[in-house]
């Protein structure tokens, strides 16, 4: 798992370095860089359940929005038939955009999910 945790500390960083030139960097920025947190602390065998939850919370409402949002994922999947995400790699549709987004919160939260399992099972004390 310290290799897990290693990778995802520096993918989660380098996400948000990308972020500088988004046009909401102040939201995506701290996503990513708690995430990239809560993998730094499990990387020292820290583990805080009420920080694990309280970003698997935010994360969770952020994509619930993103989904049901009139140009979010539902909208991009019934009304422009799962248009190519990765056509390029600027968003020129709020679908694409709010899609692409609604991605990396479930790689954000997958990554916090198995996290907090693994700490669990390994019995770190908060």
């Known amino acids: ?3 897990f945790n290693i990778l995802s500390a520096i993918i989660f960083v380098l996400f948000a370095a990308l972020q500088y030139n988004d046009p909401d ?5 701290p996503i990513y860089l708690y995430a990239a947190f809560l993998c730094f602390l499990a990387i ?6 009420v920080l694990y939850i309280i970003g698997l919370v935010v994360y969770f409402l952020y994509a619930s929005y993103l989904f049901f949002d009139k140009s979010g994922v539902l909208n991009w999947a019934e009304q422009h038939d799962a248009e190519n995400l990765v056509q390029t790699m600027k968003a020129t549709k709020p679908w694409i955009e709010e899609t692409r987004e609604f991605g990396g919160l479930l790689i ?4 916090l999910i198995i996290n907090m399992i693994s700490l669990k099972k390994q ?3 908060p």
């Open 1 to 3: 798992m310290k290799i």
């Open 25 to 29: 960097p102040y939201i995506w920025m």
């Open 44 to 49: 020292n065998h820290k583990y805080s359940p």
């Open 108 to 111: 954000v939260m997958i990554a």
């Open 123 to 125: 019995k770190v004390k």
